[in-house]
């Protein structure tokens, strides 16, 4: 595709019938204003914060007791915002509000397990286990915890739980039972919802051995609430207050309606977890009007969605687009939920699953994308894509090419959205805009109501120049709190300790000539060689155009090592099957990175491995690899999908010198 014209452009009557146009006319109608542009309806969301989220209530049809007038309360301070004070609502009670006997959930566990539940089906699950919950003296505040993969009982147990005001969190079947204790021993919960197991790349596997494990270390527990999934009837008498699911809520079988606890806005509603490669994870508890509002705005606005889409996102339960995705049930969607490898049954499932079910909102991850592109899958030849109007992607930076490639062998005519932000906020700081063209490389606009910026080193707006991405102004999903955190000197130190009263967001990014951006990587894995900021995604995307390369993580390894001056660039790679990093090899990869960078972009050293460690959620982790290079403890290990791979990486020769 031409670099200097859009990817995509949205025909007139598409802009026309967005959710984006439809809430700009609202808003211009309600408070006697005129926005010609997107620019300039963002520029009335940050500088009119009460006007535009009481704007985002009304048009989503917020579910509330009662709203109030206030939007925000503050003391000048970003950290101490309270946002809609007098306001009383339920979260559950907003996801569930659309009723009737269309698809609320469709689920498939790979090719094993295909199941349908209607809205009204969703209701009297949910009516059903918050029953059970209540009468077991589960109450608000308390905390319930899910070790389960992404199938319908792990919805129907989030929102039982919102519906009486307690706080929800969730870890994905393939943590270990350290990793998952990481998490849950520090929150205390009550009540643990677990599946007997799961499955993944067409093998089973068994969870309660380490369901075991987990609830002998969690005195917090009352009951272990067990789901039958893959069918191996463990022995429930091995866990002290452990009942299958149906067990559980059978004296309750009649129940029909829920009880909603009325809460203020700022209630918790999910204890969500940092990485954790860098420590025991951070609890971040993110309030549960500010997730509902900002996902309504993210879905609606942003999104396109509506009663009659059909969201899919390929995430598991220790991921926040699972969050995200359970909350595309509040404008009426059906979401398709997947549990499994993305690569099972030929490495088609999802486009089958896609075909099958007529997704229109199909979300995955950057490195799904660049996978299938290094394979050379065009899935368009074998898939029917027309009910495909949105194609979300997030979790590492989407790469030009990779743009190209999803119009190329994916849909032609097609909103390719783009999104980053992540668990800190439970949404996106920039996002897809569907009245704005695509162009490669770039997420398309700042979200509303976000106001983002670029800083420079010292703390002052830059332009045509890479810097931190930071956020000036309070937004409503700002965690409330890290719990274990009385002071809140984890969360300033986390947000605020960098610039004074601005949230820094720790990605190095940059502003391009079309408002959209480029985020270049983790702040503090930028690479610094002779003294010159490099994010590593500037490397990746040329490696990436190596063919033999299928993935990469570069660091910067202090050198010279017994008395380092300066940072050195280094770069590992995992080839194809059948390839070797010879010398011609070393020479392209140097090559293809100097000829479209910079010299100083070129690595030292390359160095073939077998495996590039990465989290449960499929982000490479640079700084872990760059702790073992310099033999420094790599603090929890508990939150890699595959811990081995750093051994590779340890006291490697070629790195000596």
Known sequence: MNPSTASWVPNPSRIESSGMAKFCLAAEQRWGRSFDSYDALHKWSIEHLDEFWMSVWDFCDVVAERRGDKVSVDDGSMESVCWFPDARLNFA??????????????????????????????????????AALRAAGIQKGDRVAAYMPNMPETIVAMLASASLGAIYSSASPDFGPQGVLDRFGQIEPVVLFVADGYYYNGKQYESWPKVREIAAALPSLKRVIVTPYIGTKPDLSEIKGASTLDDF???????????????????????????GTTGVPKCIVHRAGGALLLHLKEHQLHGGMTP??????????????????????????????????????DQNILFDYMQAERFTHFGTSAKFIEACQKAAM????????SSVQVIFSTGSPLLPEAYDYVFEAFKRDVHVSSISGGTDLLGAFVGGNPIAPVWRGEIQCKMLGMSVDVYDEDGF?????KGELVCTRPFPTQPLFFWGDPDREKYHRAYFARFDNVWCHGDYCEMTEQGGYIIHGRSDATLNPGGVRIGTSEIYRQVDRVSEVVEAVTIGQNWPPKAPSDVRVVLFVKLREGAVLDQALDAKIKQMIRE??????????????????RTKSGKIVELAVRQVVHNEPVKNTEALANPAALEQFRNRPELAA
């Open 249 to 275: 809520v059978a004296p309750f079988a009649t129940e029909s309606s829920i009880r909603f606890e009325q809460l203020p806005f700022d209630h918790p509603l999910y204890i969500v977890f940092s990485s």
């Open 596 to 613: 479209n960078t910079t010299p100083r972009h070129v690595p030292a050293r390359i160095v073939q491995v077998d495996d590039i460690p």
């Open 461 to 465: 707006p830059t332009r045509g120049k």
């Open 93 to 130: 009670q907003n996801v569930l509000k659309f009723r009737g006997d269309k698809d609320a959930l469709v689920f498939w566990g790979e090719d094993r397990v295909k199941r349908r539940i209607s809205r009204d089906e969703l209701y009297l699950a949910v009516a059903r286990l918050a």
């Open 308 to 345: 009659d889409s059909r969201l899919f996102y390929f995430a598991t339960c220790s991921w926040v687009m699972w969050n995200w995705l359970a909350s595309g049930l509040a404008s009426g969607a059906a979401l398709m939920l997947y549990d499994g490898s993305p690569f099972a049954a």
């Open 378 to 385: 065009a899935p368009n030849r074998t898939h029917d894509f």
